[in-house]
T-cell receptor, first 113, second 114 residues
Framework: QKEVEQDPGPLSVPEGAIVSLNCTYSNSAFQYFMWYRQYSRKGPELLMYTYSSGNKEDGRFTAQVDKSSKYISLFIRDSQPSDSATYLCAMIAGNTNAGKSTFGDGTTLTVKP | GAGVSQSPSNKVTEKGKDVELRCDPISGHTALYWYRQSLGQGLEFLIYFQGNSAPDKSGLPSDRFSAERTGGSVSTLTIQRTQQEDSAVYLC????????????FGQGTRLTVV
């Protein structure tokens, strides 16, 4: 069983919809939780990160972490066609370099105009 | 440069040939990582360089895979006697030492073994 499981998708939504992307994990040592966005034929780029439990909002994006349930989510409000990409969750324990993150397999999102 | 640079962007090679993939990290970043991303899959860690320390090779799938990092900067990933299952996107990332919230990725090299 993988340490990080990500809802596989793909997801296809109409423009303006609210999107929920989710990951579960098994390693209770994870403390930093990241969401990367990867456009086609590009490398992943960090979208947001959260430390420990709680919510973090950045514009149309909200990241939620529930450590008690070992569950994280990324919400996208008023989704736009430019949000069409693959979203990867990533997690890391303690004082570990971000490059050693454990990644989910990604969820591909298509937002249709 | 401003970001992590990888070359070539695309590589098509015949089965059995050796290939070299290059990564030029962000200037000043001491940590460098190689990953493999197969179609529809997440990132598979391959190897990690940190400063002058011995590299962490724990993710290399076979002895056909090797990597070097010269002068603490540019890195080369070499795949010998390529197989069709080696076809994937190879991504390089770099970070500052101790950075635990973001890895900076290059655009990847798409390798196709025919």
């Amino acid at each position: 069983q993988k340490e990080v499981e990500q809802d596989p998708g793909p997801l296809s939504v109409p423009e303006g919809a609210i999107v929920s992307l989710n990951c579960t994990y098994s390693n209770s040592a994870f403390q930093y939780f990241m969401w990367y966005r990867q456009y086609s034929r590009k490398g992943p780029e960090l979208l947001m990160y959260t430390y420990s439990s709680g919510n973090k909002e950045d514009g149309r994006f909200t990241a939620q972490v529930d450590k008690s349930s070992k569950y994280i989510s990324l919400f996208i409000r008023d989704s736009q066609p430019s949000d069409s990409a693959t979203y990867l969750c990533a997690m890391i324990a303690g004082n570990t370099n971000a490059g050693k993150s454990t990644f989910g397999d990604g969820t591909t999102l298509t937002v249709k105009p | 440069g401003a970001g992590v640079s990888q070359s070539p962007s695309n590589k098509v090679t015949e089965k059995g040939k050796d290939v070299e993939l290059r990564c030029d990290p962000i200037s000043g970043h001491t940590a460098l990582y190689w990953y493999r991303q197969s179609l529809g899959q997440g990132l598979e860690f391959l190897i990690y360089f940190q400063g002058n320390s011995a590299p962490d090779k724990s993710g290399l799938p076979s002895d056909r895979f090797s990597a070097e990092r010269t002068g603490g900067s540019v890195s080369t990933l070499t795949i010998q006697r390529t197989q069709q299952e080696d076809s994937a996107v190879y991504l390089c990332a770099s970070t500052f030492a101790g950075m635990n919230t973001e890895a900076f990725f290059g655009q990847g090299t798409r390798l196709t073994v025919v």
